[in-house]
């Protein structure tokens, strides 16, 4: 079992919950409620300024929607590893509440009450962020969870664009279904990113919620086969009768 050090406090890892491209994520024996990411060693040093910054501003206090980096976690010798954050247990990733199939299963007792209810509780998740000074930059549909009773928590707070003092911690990275037309082409590690480009992402979020799983630029545009990405970079947009001679895509079937 491997040790870490919180404070000055020797503490064990317990059960792995979970693994993304950048470390893994484990409960803490002692620590109930509390989760513990580990970097994959080669992004440590890479990560360490920017983790030690989100944890001296106290963002973890000032939401629990959101779980931000609480405390510095390092190995016995002092070198650092990763952070605590609050541990969000009992949620369920959103696209499994917006997609019917996975909604049977994994909520089985929601409605459209409930759907809309979680909807306005995304965007309220996604107001906090901002209202504490970061901007989420990578909104997708694996960091917004979602709980039984509609509440939301989001995840993956180490990578939200933050700036101190005048430093800017970039979010390198985007999934492109969720980035707005203006970003398609860039370089996500360097552009700034802003609150307007979490909206956009909110509102892909948002319509997968209430058109159960479908994305707003789904369509049959009358071109060569283009993916999701493009359809948004080439703002074909095709829910709107107006606009369909400009975009040359009609609404999928059945719409
Ligand atoms: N605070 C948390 N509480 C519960 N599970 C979490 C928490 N943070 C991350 N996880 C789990 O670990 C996985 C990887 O975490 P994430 O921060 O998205 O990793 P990465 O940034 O490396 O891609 C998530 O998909 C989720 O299942
Ligand atoms: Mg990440």
Redesign the pocket.
């Given at each position: 079992m491997q040790e870490i050090v919180i404070g000055n406090s020797r503490f064990s890892v317990a059960e792995l919950?979970?693994?993304?491209?950048?470390?893994e994520?484990y409960a803490i024996k002692g620590r109930s409620g509390q989760?513990v990411?580990i970097y994959n060693a080669g992004l440590r040093s890479k990560r360490e300024d920017k983790v030690r910054a989100m944890v001296g501003e106290g963002l973890a206090i000032k939401t629990d929607l959101v779980?931000y980096p609480g405390e510095i976690v390092t190995d016995n010798q002092g070198n650092f590893l990763g952070f605590v954050?609050?541990?969000?247990?009992g949620?369920r990733?959103l696209h499994e509440l917006y997609s019917p199939k996975s909604r049977q299963r994994y909520f089985p007792k929601a409605d459209y009450r409930f759907i809309v209810h979680t909807a306005l509780n995304v965007a309220r998740a996604v107001g906090k962020v901002h209202q504490t000074g970061c901007v989420i930059g990578d909104l997708n549909h694996?960091?917004v969870?979602v709980a039984q009773d509609a509440t939301v928590?989001l995840?993956?707070a180490?990578?939200f664009q933050f700036r101190l003092n005048g430093k800017s911690y970039p979010c390198v990275v985007g999934v492109p279904d969720f980035t707005p037309p203006e970003l398609h082409g860039k370089n996500l590690a360097s552009v700034e990113r802003t609150i307007e480009h979490d909206n956009f992402g909110l509102a892909v979020a948002i319509f997968h919620l209430l058109f159960m799983g479908r994305h707003p630029y789904a369509g049959r545009y009358s071109g060569p086969d283009i993916s999701m990405g493009d359809a948004i970079a080439q703002n074909r947009f095709a829910f709107s009768l107006t606009r369909q001679s400009a975009t040359r895509t009609t609404p999928p079937p059945a719409h």
């Open positions: 919950i979970g693994k993304g491209g950048e470390g994520v989760a990411k779980a954050m609050r541990l969000v247990s949620y990733p694996s960091g969870l928590a995840i993956d180490d990578s």
